[in-house]
C-alpha cells in the first residue's frame, strides 16, 4: 500500500464549508487518503447524512447518493445488496445516526449488513443550531437544553454504539477522536481496519465512531475544544476498540505468528 503525501487524488480542491476547528474535514481528508493507497475509489460509493456533512459530494470525489434524515443505513443496505462488488459506506453524524435513524442504524447491525458506517459524535445537532442530541452528555448545555441536561428531565445520554457493538452482527466497531495528530492517526489506522472489513469479506457491518470538535456551538474556541474531547467527553465515551469479530485477520496473524 502506497500512502499518500499531500492532497489525496480523490479530495476535490473546493475549500470546506465547516465551521473552524470541525473534525469533518480531517475525516474526509483521512478517508479520501485511504481509498487511494488501498485503490478502491473507483468502486466505493458513499451514503451522505442530512446534517453537518449533507455536502460531502462536493469534497469526496466518489460516487455518493444523498439519503433522506437518518435512513443512511437503509440507502447503503440498498446499495451493497444491489452492487455487492462496490465498497459502500455511510457518513452520518449524531443527530442523523443516533436520533433519527435510530432504527435503521440498529437494525443494520442485527442484520449484520456488510457497509461501513462512519459515526461522527459531536454531542450536539450542529447544522440547526445547537439543540440537544441524544450524545449530549449530563450538564452540557444546549438550546433546547439551556440549563444544561439533565436525567430527570432529558434523560440520560445514548451510547449507540457500545449498543451495537454487542450485537453479532457487527463484525469490528471502535471509538476515536481527531483531536490531535496522535489521535489522527490512530482514526487513519481505525478506519483502515473497518474499510479492510469489507474489502476481505468478512460478514458484518464495521462502525468507527469519532469524537468531534464542534466548537460554534460548544461555545468554545478550537483548542479548547480539543482540550474537552479529553478531559470530558471522553470520559463519557471511552476511546477503545468496542467490538472485533474478525476471523480472517486473526487467522493471518496466527499464520504469521507460527
Not at 465512531?209 to 468554545?220: A, D, G, H
Request: proline share 5%.
Amino acid at each position: 500500500m502506497k500512502l499518500v503525501r499531500g492532497r489525496p487524488k480523490y479530495l476535490k480542491p473546493k475549500k470546506y464549508h465547516y465551521c473552524a476547528g470541525c473534525g469533518h474535514s480531517i475525516v474526509h481528508n483521512l478517508l479520501m487518503e485511504l481509498f487511494e493507497e488501498l485503490g478502491i475509489a473507483e468502486r466505493t460509493i458513499g451514503v451522505a447524512p442530512a446534517g453537518c456533512a449533507v455536502l460531502a459530494y462536493d469534497y469526496m470525489d466518489v460516487d455518493i447518493v444523498e439519503s433522506a434524515h437518518g435512513r443512511g443505513p437503509a440507502v447503503a443496505t440498498g446499495i451493497k445488496r444491489s452492487l455487492p462488488e462496490a465498497f459502500v459506506f455511510n457518513y452520518q453524524g449524531d443527530g442523523d445516526l443516533a436520533a433519527i435513524g435510530t432504527a435503521e442504524s440498529i437494525h443494520a447491525a442485527v442484520r449484520g449488513e456488510q457497509i461501513l458506517t462512519i459515526f461522527i459524535n459531536n454531542g450536539i445537532y450542529g447544522m440547526t443550531g445547537g439543540q440537544m442530541a441524544p450524545t449530549t452528555l449530563l450538564g452540557m448545555r444546549a438550546t433546547t437544553a439551556p440549563e444544561g441536561r439533565s436525567p430527570g428531565r432529558e434523560g440520560y445520554t445514548l451510547d449507540l454504539s457500545s449498543l451495537v457493538a454487542q450485537l453479532p452482527g457487527v463484525v469490528y466497531a471502535q471509538r476515536v477522536t481527531v483531536n490531535s495528530p496522535k489521535a489522527i492517526r490512530q482514526t487513519k489506522k481505525a478506519l483502515e481496519n473497518a474499510i479492510r472489513c469489507q474489502l476481505e469479506g468478512e460478514q458484518g457491518l464495521a462502525l468507527i465512531e469519532v469524537l468531534s470538535m464542534c466548537p460554534t456551538n460548544w461555545k468554545k474556541t478550537p483548542l479548547e475544544s480539543c482540550s474537552w474531547i479529553d478531559e470530558v467527553m471522553s470520559k463519557a465515551f471511552p476511546i477503545s476498540v468496542l467490538a472485533d469479530r474478525r476471523t480472517k485477520s486473526k487467522k493471518a496473524a496466527a499464520g504469521n505468528a507460527d
